[in-house]
């Protein structure tokens, strides 16, 4: 086997469950893949890539990554981690040429919301009204999103070629108008709070 180039860390599967009602053992797991599996591929790859002063990581993240939506927590966390972990390492690596991607789709038609998705089973009546409609809705539009893989394989080829990929790369209509509006929220709030947080500067 000649030398790895590119890395697309790509393993990962959704957890579905109301954090109160999901065990602390499902949320081990969903680190395990999303975040530790990734990063253990990313180790085995850097000597090599550092060594021939060249290379590129492309890390499948999710808006999920940015966002977050009632009944994926465990989910969110684990690709919030992964964001955090691509962008720093980044930082690490710039100077020996390698290049790190977090690319963080929508909702694109594969198996995530269907046979690949962990369910936590239902237990606390108070959640009902939340979230049954956001399972419903989930498993209905399963095989049904908006993304096409086949272009979002392209989109990864166009970044793998370019001379200055980007550090973040959203896929996805959906996903830039969420992202757009949960920046705006933030935006409003850290604002709204500035003087709270200019108050602690001794």
């Not at 790895?4 to 393993?11: K, R």
């Not at 994926?72 to 684990?78: K, L, N, Q, V």
């Not at 550090?167 to 003087?195: F, P, Q, Y």
Request: aromatic letters at 6%; hydrophobic letters at 40%.
């Amino acid at each position: 086997m000649g030398p790895i180039d590119v890395l697309v860390n790509n393993a990962g599967y959704g957890h579905e469950g109301v954090m109160e009602e999901s065990s602390l053992d499902a949320l081990r797991h969903q680190f395990e893949v999303n975040v530790f599996g990734a990063v253990a591929m990313m180790k085995a790859v850097l000597p090599g890539m550092r060594q021939r002063r060249r290379g590129h990581i492309i890390n499948i993240t999710s808006m999920g990554g940015f966002i977050t939506m009632p009944g994926i927590t465990y989910y969110c966390g684990s690709k919030f981690a992964l964001e955090g972990i691509s962008d720093a390492l980044g930082k690490e690596v710039q100077p020996f040429g390698i290049f790190v991607t977090a690319v963080a789709p929508g909702s694109f038609r594969t198996e995530w919301a269907g046979r690949s998705m962990i369910r936590s089973p239902r237990s606390i009546a108070d959640y009902d009204a939340i979230f049954d409609p956001i399972r419903k809705a989930r498993e209905e539009k399963s095989g049904k999103q908006l993304g096409d893989t086949a272009k979002a394989a392209r989109a990864m080829l166009a970044i793998m070629q370019s001379a200055t990929p980007p550090a973040h790369l959203l896929l996805g209509s959906d996903a830039l108008t969420l992202v757009r509006e949960k920046l705006a929220t933030l935006t409003t709030e850290i604002n709204a709070w500035e003087s709270v947080t200019r108050s602690t500067d001794g």
